[in-house]
Nanobody, 122 residues
Framework: QVQLVESGGGLVQAGDSLRLSCATS????????VGWFRQAPGRERAKVAV????????YFGDPGKGRFTISRDNTKNTVYLQVNSLEPEDTALYYC???????????????WGQGTQVTVSS
């Protein structure tokens, strides 16, 4: 199955920016829809952004619509999430996920990484 590994999280101050990365060795990664999700302790997992195999982007919630940017580099088999002007409410474990291009990009997603922690202090 497809294996995904997130990186780039950390402890930051409110107003800082981060770029999260999600890498895979899957040679046909360009044939997958990808998404970023986040989950805070005691909260349900929430969808942040989706990038389809054909380049379509969808953002979810106010943070996703404004401060977040999802992108991918298929030559590097990597998907990114740029997050600007971080707020304490953004504190969560961020996951990337993938699903084959012939599936619905709205979900459900089949492949998940282990997550990278983002902690924002005020």
């Amino acid at each position: 199955q497809v294996q995904l590994v997130e990186s780039g999280g950390g402890l930051v101050q409110a107003g800082d920016s981060l770029r999260l990365s999600c890498a895979t060795s899957e040679r046909t990664f360009g044939n997958y829809h990808v998404g970023w999700f986040r989950q805070a302790p005691g909260r349900e997992r929430a969808k942040v952004a989706v990038l389809t195999s054909t380049g379509g982007r969808t953002y979810f919630g106010d943070p996703g619509k404004g401060r977040f940017t999802i992108s991918r580099d298929n030559t590097k088999n990597t998907v990114y999430l740029q997050v600007n002007s971080l707020e304490p409410e953004d504190t969560a474990l961020y996951y990337c996920a993938a699903v084959a291009s012939y599936r619905d990009p709205a979900g459900p997603y089949d492949y998940w990484g282990q997550g990278t922690q983002v902690t924002v202090s005020s």
